[in-house]
Each structure stands twice: as C-alpha cells, then as structure tokens.
C-alpha cells in the first residue's frame, strides 16, 4: 500500500529533552516535507527536501533540523525542544516533474497521519 | 513572500453548490492546489492548476487565474461528508527558484442538512 507513515504518533515531553520524530514513504517520490499545523494558523511549511541530501527551509524552520539520506526517509529533529513547538506535525512527500505513478495526476502530496507533539 | 487568503468559513446545506475563494499575493508561482481535512484527520489531495482555467474531478472543479492572483475551488451537490476544512497552497517561487509550499490558513465548510 502507497503511504507516508510516521512515528510516534503521540509524544508528550519535557523541555530540552532532544526528540527525533521519523517519516517514511514508500512511493520512490523525490519531494519531502514536513509541517505544522496550529489553530488559525494553518498549515506551516517548516523544511522540504528535493532529493537526497538537498534540504532547504520553509516558512517556520527555527528549532528544527531535518536530514536526508536516504529517500524513503525524513526524520525531523528537535534539539531542544521548547513548549511553543506543541504542535501537531505532518510528514509529506510527492512526485515532481511528472504525473504520480499511482493517482496519474500531477503534484499530489501524500501526507502521513500526523503526530500531535506537548512540549511541557 | 507569498500569502494566500481563504475565508474562514462558508455554510451551505446539502444538496447545494458552494465555491471557497484563495486570492494570493506572490511573484510566480508553479502551481496552484487545493486540499481536503476533515477533523483528526490528515489532509488529502483534491486538485491542482498549472495553467489557468478550470480543472474538473468529479463533483469537485478549481480554478486559476494568474493574471487575477485569484484561484477557487467549486464543490457541487454537497452532501454532509464534504463539511471539512479546504486549503490552497502554491509551489515555489519562480524568482528564487525556491521549491517551498506555502498554504492558506484554511476554509472550514459547514454543510447542514
């Protein structure tokens, strides 16, 4: 089945505490990208990736790193994470330049479930 | 920067015709789209617009004009499933060459019965 997964999908933590949140797609797509999602605010772009090891930032990317290494894979990093991180998060991941293999059409972002961090 | 506007939220009943505006403010951009959330959930692919005119999916259409800044999305014979919340967003910036995706704050539809 053609997904994005993440994981946890729930995490509550302490400040500071330095927190890894993994995404994965299985659908050999070239763009990643994660978000978060506030109330009133939207969706907020915080890092993307074109391909391996090609990241760049979005609209929000303070207090975050990213890596990629590997296609499949986008983990976001929170160093030391902070209570106005509380948020809830999306991975997502599309094909560029050309129809999506599975849907036949053009630049549908595949998004995973979300996991709803609390930074206490 | 880019910025894209949406109103908060539209009412319709069922059975209706209901069309949720994004004016944008942006350079250039590759492309505009639209997607679907419904509550606790994550949001879905619904359309996408590279040229100007209207895109038909089913009961769902988009719109684009570039010249207007102005996109909207159509939704025909409403039924109560299709209360959720509906964004657009635009890829890229053509003068930087910039690939990020920026959304509009959302639309949250109410359809009654």
């Known amino acids: 089945e053609a997904q994005v997964t993440q994981n946890p999908r729930y995490l509550i933590t302490v400040t500071g505490k330095k927190l890894t949140v993994t995404c994965s797609q299985n659908?050999?797509?070239?763009?990643m990208s994660w978000y978060r999602q506030d109330p009133g605010l939207g969706l907020r772009q915080i890092y993307y990736?074109?391909?391996?090891?090609?990241?760049d930032k979005g609209d929000v990317p303070e207090g975050y790193k990213v890596s990629r290494k590997e296609k499949r894979n986008f983990p976001l990093i929170l160093e030391s994470p902070s209570p106005n991180q509380t948020s809830l998060y999306f991975c997502?991941?599309?094909?560029?330049?050309?129809?999506?293999?599975?849907?036949?059409?053009?630049?549908?972002?595949?998004f995973g479930p979300g996991t709803r961090l609390t930074v206490l | 920067g880019q910025s894209l506007e949406q109103p908060s939220e539209v009412t319709a009943v069922e059975g209706a015709i209901v069309q949720i505006n994004c004016t944008y403010q942006?350079?250039?951009?590759?492309?505009l789209s639209w997607y679907q959330q419904h509550d606790g959930g994550a949001p879905t692919f619904l359309s996408y617009?590279?040229?100007?005119g209207l895109e038909e999916t089913g009961r769902f259409s988009s719109f684009l004009s570039r010249s207007d800044s102005y996109g909207y999305l159509l939704l025909q014979e409403l039924q109560m499933k299709d209360s959720a919340s509906y964004f657009c967003?635009?890829?890229?910036?053509?003068?930087?060459?910039?690939?990020?995706?920026?959304f509009g704050t959302g639309t949250r539809l109410l359809v009654s019965p």
């Open positions: 997502a991941s599309f094909r560029t330049g050309v129809k999506d293999r599975i849907s036949g059409r053009w630049n549908e972002q595949f």
């Open positions: 659908m050999n797509h070239e763009y």
């Open positions: 990736s074109m391909n391996v090891e090609v990241t």
């Open positions: 942006t350079s250039g951009f590759y492309g």
């Open positions: 617009n590279a040229l100007d």
């Open positions: 967003a635009v890829r890229g910036d053509l003068n930087t060459g910039f690939q990020k995706l920026v």
